[in-house]
């Protein structure tokens, strides 16, 4: 668990935090999974199990509707599943491999969801892990594909090459300057998306953003992902200049100092707050200010998820205990 | 330095801050300050001097108008001369004793203006010291007296004895849960006032209150004193109490953690909020919960404040520096 990707810091990793790439793929002879019935969700499980058997050593079998609830969750906090996949009544299936590098969802909103993930900014890397398990399975499964408009997907904005490639982004210095709205309407013009991770609209609590593309049709995997890397890339130089510009300001100085004592000593953290005064840490840790392990940071954006310490728990926590046991956990690794 | 009263821990110290008494005393053959000459201010002066003479060993002699700015604020900070006496444009002297428990204001309010401080509840003690030198002044200069009203001052609210005797409580938890306006109707009953000693109004910045004596006209000095010694046990079980009772809440206990957490690590503070934190950090350590010996935080209420720090800095500081200058002697002491 401790070497799971998002507890990684992989290349610039100060402000990319990780990579995903997720292939959308469906069976032919099957509806699409809204209009499916219980009988043909086992026989397309059942095909995919078949198609997997080879694998069983590396991929480990989910049934995400018998889990504890907390458990389920805490899979979608980590990003391993989507948030309505870790609601499901069965009927779906979920394969991890054992690094939790790379999920297949099944029966979601499309028969197959195939994600890779990675630490830090890895597009390339993770697309390749995609394709060469999008290719196995591709030998042993029928996939819907038409010349014209090549996977078939449930929902049309995902028609094409079925990806999307999405960057976690930390942008703490380019909230602070309120440039996100600016910078939301520029990617939209380049074919991607930007978004709050945590949190409503722009302002994302913890200042975690995920970049993405929205194209799908007319245009190749790999175009989209280097269009998507080039983006990447100036945003991650902005932000970095915006930290240089911040960090020369005393007052934004005292509030990192601050965020870092608060978690050393607070006994009561709710979510929100935590990942505000975590971001400021981050930035600090990732200036040279203060001395804390940018892995440390990185962990614990993913640890202090609700459903994540409950499942450290090993049982449910209502909100004053999650406060506690999340307050607890912060003084602990710093 | 180290060792002055206003650094030090006295008998309940974990409420009572200090312990002040103070004498107003005229000579007669003279009007009262206010509409004193300057030839009549030097000819008084020099009668003072005089019948001080002995005392040059133990009392040292400052001429407070002649000092820099900083270090007569920094007196009246830490109570040793009024704030108005800071202000002073000459004609006036100050006699301090070598541990700064007794001071003596030449042309004042009143001619002379006498008092002794302690650190905690220290009464009794105050008093003698006080008395001891009230009679050696009396026996080499005439005070105004009357046998009906008693000592006669300029102000008619120190007729009779003169003495306004204080003590310095330290009420987070009464100011917490609201009970100072009813306490204030309560002391005024019994002759006594209660008025917060930093900020304005009864919301104390640093829950930091006086409690003196209001009444000078028939009653003794030892009646008034042991009225508000009464008083002030009172208010110190009340706050013993109210301590106990706030302590048992997550909520508070995570605030004195916090509090702790910002001093240690801010980078700029300012005054009305370090008093704030310095307050939760010594109830913090009075209930044991925090290991901050209470000296520390006691000596920082004092050096914290504007004019010390410049004094200890040995220039005039602007704010800014200040907030710098007092956020590193906080992390430096804590």
């Given at each position: 668990m401790s070497t799971a990707w998002y507890r990684q810091v992989g290349s610039e990793g100060d402000v990319v935090l990780s990579t995903r790439v997720r292939l959308a793929r469906n069976l032919t002879g099957f509806p699409f999974p809204d209009r499916m019935n219980a009988a043909q969700k086992q026989d397309l499980k059942d095909k995919v199990f078949a198609a997997l058997k080879d694998d069983s050593e590396s991929l480990r079998l989910f049934d995400v509707a018998a889990l504890p609830r907390r458990e389920a969750v805490s899979l979608a906090e980590r990003h391993l599943i989507s948030p309505a996949f870790a609601e499901c009544d069965g009927g779906s299936a979920l394969f991890l491999s054992e690094d939790e590098g790379l999920s297949l969802m099944v029966n979601?909103?499309?028969?197959l969801r195939l994600q890779t993930f990675g630490a830090g900014l890895c597009l390339e890397d993770c697309l390749a892990r995609a394709d060469e398990m999008d290719s196995r399975l591709c030998d042993k499964l029928h996939f819907a594909f038409s010349?014209?408009?090549?996977y078939l997907t449930?929902?049309?904005?995902?028609?094409?090459?079925g990806m999307r490639a999405s960057v976690m982004l930390h942008l703490p210095a380019l909230t602070e300057s309120k440039t996100i709205p600016l910078l939301a309407g520029t990617v939209s013009k380049l074919g991607l998306t930007i978004r709050g991770?945590?949190?409503?609209?722009?302002?994302a609590e913890g200042a975690v953003y995920q970049l993405s593309n929205q194209v799908t049709l007319g245009i190749t995997e790999k175009e989209a992902v280097e269009n998507l890397k080039g983006v990447a890339m100036q945003i991650v130089g902005e932000e970095r200049r915006a930290r240089e510009r911040i960090c020369r300001d005393p007052a934004y100085e005292d509030r990192i100092w601050r965020a870092l004592g608060v978690l050393k000593t607070a006994r009561l953290l709710n979510h929100k707050e935590c990942m505000r005064l975590l971001s400021l840490v981050q930035i600090g840790a990732s200036m040279g200010l203060?001395?804390?392990p940018a892995e440390t940071v990185t962990a614990l954006l993913t640890d202090v998820q609700p459903a994540t310490l409950a499942t450290a728990a090993g049982k449910d926590l209502d909100a004053g205990e999650r406060d506690t046991a999340r307050a607890a956990l912060v003084r602990e690794r710093l």
């Amino acid at each position: 668990m401790s070497t799971a990707w998002y507890r990684q810091v992989g290349s610039e990793g100060d402000v990319v935090l990780s990579t995903r790439v997720r292939l959308a793929r469906n069976l032919t002879g099957f509806p699409f999974p809204d209009r499916m019935n219980a009988a043909q969700k086992q026989d397309l499980k059942d095909k995919v199990f078949a198609a997997l058997k080879d694998d069983s050593e590396s991929l480990r079998l989910f049934d995400v509707a018998a889990l504890p609830r907390r458990e389920a969750v805490s899979l979608a906090e980590r990003h391993l599943i989507s948030p309505a996949f870790a609601e499901c009544d069965g009927g779906s299936a979920l394969f991890l491999s054992e690094d939790e590098g790379l999920s297949l969802m099944v029966n979601e909103e499309d028969h197959l969801r195939l994600q890779t993930f990675g630490a830090g900014l890895c597009l390339e890397d993770c697309l390749a892990r995609a394709d060469e398990m999008d290719s196995r399975l591709c030998d042993k499964l029928h996939f819907a594909f038409s010349d014209r408009l090549g996977y078939l997907t449930q929902c049309p904005t995902n028609l094409g090459t079925g990806m999307r490639a999405s960057v976690m982004l930390h942008l703490p210095a380019l909230t602070e300057s309120k440039t996100i709205p600016l910078l939301a309407g520029t990617v939209s013009k380049l074919g991607l998306t930007i978004r709050g991770l945590y949190g409503e609209g722009t302002r994302a609590e913890g200042a975690v953003y995920q970049l993405s593309n929205q194209v799908t049709l007319g245009i190749t995997e790999k175009e989209a992902v280097e269009n998507l890397k080039g983006v990447a890339m100036q945003i991650v130089g902005e932000e970095r200049r915006a930290r240089e510009r911040i960090c020369r300001d005393p007052a934004y100085e005292d509030r990192i100092w601050r965020a870092l004592g608060v978690l050393k000593t607070a006994r009561l953290l709710n979510h929100k707050e935590c990942m505000r005064l975590l971001s400021l840490v981050q930035i600090g840790a990732s200036m040279g200010l203060l001395d804390v392990p940018a892995e440390t940071v990185t962990a614990l954006l993913t640890d202090v998820q609700p459903a994540t310490l409950a499942t450290a728990a090993g049982k449910d926590l209502d909100a004053g205990e999650r406060d506690t046991a999340r307050a607890a956990l912060v003084r602990e690794r710093l």
